[in-house]
């Protein structure tokens, strides 16, 4: 779990193995604590529309009332640097909020890749029409030239970030190499959307090139 979190009545806090008792974080001291205490602010605020952002607050320094997550354009690349860590992380680990996490992203990616409707073609970020939340997301104005609202795809109706460019799809693609490297038997239903998205990705590409090549000659 994520430092800090909160399910089934119960809060996610930091036990020492070798003093057998739970012990209070410091992140001013610990660099690990440091860490712990930014993946949990990740979590709870930064990716509070689903991908990776940057949560600015009403209230600070009490940072409790979100009124914009913004930087949205590049989601594409932070999440799928996420999903990297997490993939390391289930790897180092076989944790099983790790998997988790790491089936979430990729679901969330393979998403942002249909969202679109060009195959090999990715969002910057994409959410539900319906289901935007209470604050403001920074980039996502319908009616801007690379913003797509009310866009049908797998019957549900999306608004995506588009014009994506090359690092958008760095991250995303170490993400899945990692993700598909940790990942076992049991998750074969996830390798396979990756396997999916990464050869329609090439597909797509290699058609792009005969054409460069053929307009060359």
Not at 113 to 128: K, Q
Not at 170 to 197: K, P, S, T, W
Request: include cysteine; charge should be negative; charged fraction near 25%.
């Amino acid at each position: 779990c994520a430092l800090g979190e909160t399910a089934g009545g119960k809060t996610c806090a930091l036990f020492d193995v070798a003093r057998g008792a739970w012990t209070t974080p410091d992140p001013a001291a610990s660099l690990h604590d440091r860490a712990r205490a930014y993946v949990g602010h990740l979590r709870r605020d930064g990716m509070a529309t689903g991908g990776v952002g940057n949560a600015v607050y009403a209230d600070p320094p009490t940072n409790s009332q979100i009124s914009v997550v913004d930087d949205i354009g590049d989601s594409a690349l932070w999440t799928g640097s996420y999903l990297a860590s997490e993939a390391l992380r289930l790897r180092a680990t076989g944790a099983a909020d790790a998997r988790a996490q790491v089936r979430a992203l990729v679901t969330k990616l393979h998403e942002w890749f249909g969202v679109t409707g060009s195959p090999g073609v990715l969002a910057r970020f994409a959410i539900e029409s319906n289901k935007k939340p209470s604050f403001s997301i920074g980039d996502l104005q319908c009616g801007t030239e690379r913003v797509h609202c009310g866009v049908s795809w797998a019957g549900k109706t999306y608004d995506y970030i588009g014009h994506v460019s090359r690092d958008q799809y760095q991250g995303v693609v170490l993400g899945y190499e990692l993700a598909y490297e940790a990942l076992n038997e049991a998750d074969e239903d996830l390798r396979e959307i990756i396997r999916g998205d990464m050869l329609t990705l090439v597909e797509e590409l290699m058609k792009e090139r005969q054409v460069q090549l053929r307009l060359k000659v």
